[in-house]
C-alpha cells in the first residue's frame, strides 16, 4: 500500500499487559527475527510517542512544557504487513503518515549511526527529533533541555508501548546528526534525538 498519506487504524486504550509488568520487562533488545509486524503495532508504536489523548486541548502522550510540542516522529519502515518499506512522517493531529522517500534506508542509517549494525535488523525504525525553538521562544536557554527531557518521555512511551505488543526496542542516541537529517529530509532547524529499532525479539 503506497501513497501520500496513509490513514493509520485507531489505537487500542486497553491491554492485558498492566504497567507495572511493561516497566519490570523493558529491557534494550538489539537482536530481532527477519519478520514483518503489522500496520496496528505501527499504528500503536506511534501513538505511544505523540499521539493526542484529548481531542479538545490536543494534548499528547508524552508531556510538553508549555503545550509546545517541539518533536517530530518518523519511522522508517522495512518489515510491516500492508506498508511498502520507505520513510514516512507521522502526523499526530490526523494519525495518519506522509510518505517522504521509498525504499529500505536502514543500511544508511547503520553507516550514520556509527556502524551499530542491529538497527538493520529491525522491522522498524522511529526517528524523534525536535525543533527546539518551538520551545526556546517562550523558555529561552532553560527550554533546550526541556526539549530533551520531553524527547525522553517519549521514547520511554515507546519502549513500554513495544514491551506491550511483545517486542523489541533499545535507545540510539550516538550517530551523525547531519546524516540522519538527510537521510530522512528534515528542515534544517530539526535536530534528530533518537533512533529506536524495533522488531520481534529472537
Known amino acids: ?10 489505537p487500542r486504550r486497553k491491554s492485558n ?15 530481532f527475527k527477519d519478520e514483518a509486524i503489522g500496520i496496528e ?22 508531556p510538553s512544557a508549555g503545550a509546545l510540542y517541539p518533536l517530530e516522529v518518523y519511522i522508517v519502515i522495512r518489515r510491516v504487513k500492508d506498508l511498502d518499506p520507505g520513510v514516512y512522517k507521522y502526523l499526530p493531529h490526523q494519525h495518519k503518515l506522509v510518505f517522504i522517500k521509498e525504499g529500505d534506508i536502514s543500511t544508511k542509517l547503520v553507516r550514520e549511526a556509527l556502524w551499530q549494525d542491529w538497527i538493520a535488523k529491525s522491522s522498524i525504525i522511529i526517528v524523534i527529533s525536535a525543533i527546539f525553538e518551538r520551545t526556546t521562544v517562550k523558555y529561552g536557554k ?9 524527547a525522553g518521555h517519549s521514547a520511554q512511551n ?22 540522519i537529517k538527510q537521510l530522512l529530509n528534515m528542515k534544517e532547524e530539526e535536530i534528530p534525538i533518537y533512533i529506536l529499532p524495533i522488531g520481534i525479539p529472537k
Open 41 to 62: 503495532e505501527v499504528s500503536q508504536l506511534l501513538w505511544s510517542a505523540q499521539g493526542i489523548t484529548d481531542n479538545v486541548n490536543k494534548f499528547r502522550t508524552a
Open 17 to 31: 499487559v498492566s504497567l507495572e509488568e511493561a516497566i519490570a520487562k523493558r529491557r534494550s533488545i538489539r537482536d
Open 142 to 150: 532553560r527550554g533546550i533541555q526541556y526539549v530533551y527531557m520531553e
Open 1 to 10: 500500500m503506497a501513497k501520500n498519506e496513509i490513514t493509520l487504524p485507531e
Open 158 to 179: 515507546v519502549c513500554l508501548q513495544a514491551v506491550t505488543l511483545g517486542f523489541g526496542t533499545t535507545t540510539v542516541g550516538a550517530f551523525n546528526d547531519e546524516g
